[in-house]
């Protein structure tokens, strides 16, 4: 608990602080980035009739405030419906997204449709979308599926810094934007452009005037503590609110007669609201905030307007609110209609504005020959892992905007604070320079977890479950990844992972493990007879290739020793058994998340077999396959789950039974030779955990089959048990949780406590 408060105080702190003005600060010159694009041509005012007054130059200043910025598209729809032209924008933050597209030539319809498409918490997120992230790190969730993760060092754990990598936050950014636009440089915009950044070292305000659009844009919003932030020119950039929420002065010294400026910032909160810590301070950067924006306003003229929409209840997180924060901002335009109709152009004028502003002649991003590939050292990853890994080869025909992605797919490595990257041309063709730095706290991570599974009667199950990866520990990129399990099973396990090669996909794996855990035997009606205990050692060595970021195939030679005993009724005999086993397996695993996922495949094919010569009889062996298709449609979700199994030779047998494994059946009391089991779940998002503390509440059912059966006792349709159930999920930082009831028919019902992985 004491951690995922400090993960929520670290996400709102970050937020509060993208809005708050840490006093005046004296604006800091940008130096000159060159651009390789053409100039477009700035949308001219109407041309004034001869002896008329010539119209006023309007400036629209958008401000920053997360997701109550989305107010600003609301502004923009209205301001367009009463045809108000605007000359010059300014925006910081969340204002510099929705300005900077809507200057450099985006519809309010694409705007609008880029709010309700994205997934916003996959935005702010503290990683990259699982389907992001290396198949190395995905597996590590399948292993625990929790999120909360440390740093580790001799002298202690850290927390890891509330950032999100940019790859999310970027193929946002980009959808946004007309095509072409995104390297273009803010001056040359169809309307003219400022984005507000901070400059993090010394403080100052930093006005971007000939920065490519994509990368002021960027800079505006990086939220420290949320997002990265963006190096440009040489200055390293984060949010433009710490220095300037509402840049009005900005607007003035562009020219404008008049301003319109939309305020989307947070009021102080009541003294009944301050009742913790964390609300104490979110106050007093609240107070900051307010300070900042009080200067702002003073600025301020007579013939300007102030839009205010009515925000409350909307907080910095709340992207599911955007539909009512943009209905907010049309109401606040409507409640200013007197003053800005006054500003409207004719029909024709107006309509010729607009088909000048959505018609930016921009350049194409064309494939280039790449000619240069370089990454930058930067401490101990190994560059040339790093250039591999990208997916580049020096030759290949590519544009920017997938130089940019293949930089940014990097992050998925789970041990990178932020990747940069450059793109420069000439006439030998493209140059790439990747430039990594390291996440310090992620070379040595620590991830800790708890599973519980309880069905209210004497089946429980608990363990509490830690992991520790330390990574980089050679020039190839090797990994020693040690996983500890205590409770209901104990087993504590160690291995050395290493690839052929600095980013080769191909690797062997050797690793040492010990468990022990009990297990029970149950006769064919389902009543138990036996509890059996058992402890086993083992030495393995892998041999495997990654298949990207989506798959791994391997064998495995196990050598194991098992020592059994039956504790119930007691008998003091240990069993003793060694043997050795070849274990050869292919997994697939694209799903977006372990706890309820929506789109996505699991898929696991095995084959065991002993590999003791000189056995009498059949050599035992297993095969088994499990595979999981996640779908979603609107606020429902869900996922089609099958598995078979057949044990040969005298293989231990198969089990079925507990929750969503025919529900309400006893766990693990359904034994065979072969087991097949299938089922349907689907759920409906109800409710959104806090970004710092999870993720969604669905209220959801499943409708479940299977049986076991064997040579003398065939499957047929008739033998199948069905069940069902329903439930409640959570997506905590713990991982999955379930709490629910479910029945076989015919057979008998249960409660379920469940946290933890369902399959």
């Given at each position: 608990m004491v951690i995922a408060r400090s993960l929520a105080a670290a996400v709102c702190c970050g937020f509060f602080l993208s809005i708050a003005g840490f006093g005046a600060s004296a604006q800091a010159p940008v130096h000159p980035n060159a651009a390789s694009v053409a100039p477009a041509a700035v949308v001219p005012p109407p041309a004034a009739k001869p002896g008329a007054k010539p119209r006023p130059k309007i400036a629209?200043?958008?401000?920053?405030?997360?997701?109550?910025?989305?107010?600003?598209?609301?502004?923009?729809?209205?301001?367009?419906e009463l045809r108000i032209p605007v000359d010059f924008v300014v925006g910081t933050s969340m204002g510099s997204v929705v300005g900077g597209a809507f200057a450099a030539g985006s519809s309010v319809e694409q705007l609008e449709q880029l709010v309700r498409r994205t997934d916003w918490n996959a935005v702010v997120a503290d990683r990259p979308p699982r389907d992001q992230l290396a198949y190395r790190r995905r597996e590590e969730d399948l292993l625990l599926p929790s999120r909360i993760e440390l740093g580790a060092r001799m002298d202690g754990v850290t927390l890891p810094p509330a950032a999100a990598g940019n790859e999310a936050l970027e193929l946002a950014l980009t959808r946004v934007l007309p095509h072409g636009a995104r390297d273009k440089p803010v001056d040359?915009?169809?309307?003219?452009?400022?984005?507000?950044?901070?400059?993090?070292?010394?403080?100052?305000?930093?006005?971007?005037?000939?920065?490519p659009l994509f990368l002021a844009m960027r800079a505006s919003l990086a939220v420290p503590g949320v997002f990265a932030p963006v190096r440009v020119n040489q200055r390293l950039l984060v949010d433009g609110g710490l220095v300037r929420n509402l840049p009005v002065d900005v607007a003035r010294e562009m020219g404008a007669d008049i301003i319109i400026a939309v305020n989307v910032g947070t009021p102080l909160a009541q003294e009944k609201e301050l009742v913790s810590a964390v609300s104490v301070a979110q106050q007093m950067l609240q107070i900051l905030t307010e300070q900042n924006v009080q200067r702002s306003l003073k600025e301020l003229r007579p013939g300007d307007i102030l839009?205010?929409?009515?925000?409350?209840?909307?907080?910095?997180?709340?992207?599911g609110s955007h539909d009512r924060a943009m209905k907010e901002g049309e109401a606040a335009v409507r409640t200013m209609s007197d003053r800005l109709v006054q500003l409207a152009l004719p029909e024709a004028q107006y309509a010729a504005y607009e088909t000048n502003r959505l018609s930016a002649p921009v350049p194409i991003d064309q494939p280039v020959r790449l000619a240069k590939l370089e990454v930058a050292p930067s401490g101990r990853i190994n560059p040339e892992a790093l250039a591999v890994q990208s997916g580049l080869k020096v030759g290949q025909m590519i544009t920017s905007e997938q130089a940019q992605r293949a930089g940014n797919q990097l992050f998925g490595r789970g041990d990178l604070a932020r990747v940069e990257t450059e793109i420069r041309d000439d006439q030998d063709g493209r140059s790439v320079l990747i430039k990594p730095t390291e996440a310090d706290w992620a070379r040595s991570r620590l991830r800790i977890g708890l599973e519980l599974n309880s069905d209210f009667t004497d089946n429980n199950a608990y363990e509490l479950k830690v992991m520790h990866v330390l990574s980089s520990l050679n020039d190839w990129g090797a990994e020693l990844r040690t996983v500890a399990r205590v409770g209901t099973e104990r087993v504590i396990g160690t291995q050395w992972w290493q690839p052929l090669g600095a980013g080769s996909q191909w690797y062997i794996a050797p690793e040492l493990q010990y468990g022990s855990s009990a297990f029970d035997v149950f006769d064919s009606s389902g009543f138990r007879q036996a509890r059996f205990g058992y402890n086993a050692k083992s030495v393995s060595v892998a041999l495997g290739r990654q298949l990207g970021n989506w798959g791994d195939v391997r064998y495995t030679a196990v050598r194991q020793t098992v020592t059994s005993q039956r504790t119930i009724p007691h008998d003091a005999t240990d069993v003793r058994e060694s043997q050795n086993v070849g274990v050869l397996s292919f997994n697939v695993d694209s799903l977006d998340t372990v706890a309820f996922p929506t789109r996505g495949t699991l898929f696991n094919v095995e084959l065991q077999r002993l590999m003791t010569r000189g056995r009498d009889g059949p050599v035992?062996?297993?095969?088994?396959v499990q595979a999981l298709k996640a779908f979603s449609f609107g606020s429902w979700a869900g996922h089609v789950y099958g598995e078979w199994a057949r044990n040969q030779g005298g293989a231990a047998q198969s089990a079925l039974g507990g929750f969503l494994r025919l529900s309400g059946t006893t766990t693990d009391s359904i034994l065979g030779s072969r087991t097949v089991l299938g089922r349907v779940v689907m759920a409906k998002r109800i409710g959104v955990m806090p970004t710092a503390l999870g993720g969604d509440v669905r209220l959801g059912?499943?409708?479940?089959?299977?049986?076991?059966?064997?040579?003398?006792?065939?499957?047929?349709?008739?033998?199948?048990?069905?069940?069902?159930?329903?439930f409640v999920s959570v997506d905590t930082r713990f991982g999955p949780l379930y709490f629910g009831s479910g029945a076989t028919k015919a057979g008998d019902s249960s409660m379920y406590l469940f946290l933890g992985p369902i399959w």
């Open positions: 629209l200043v958008l401000s920053g405030g997360g997701a109550r910025g989305f107010a600003h598209i609301g502004v923009l729809r209205a301001l367009q040359l915009l169809q309307l003219p452009f400022r984005s507000v950044a901070s400059d993090l070292v010394t403080g100052e305000l930093v006005e971007l005037r000939d920065t839009l205010a929409p009515d925000l409350g209840g909307i907080g910095f997180l709340d992207f035992p062996a297993r095969q088994s059912f499943s409708l479940e089959t299977g049986a076991a059966y064997g040579p003398d006792n065939p499957l047929k349709v008739g033998s199948l048990k069905h069940a069902a159930s329903g």
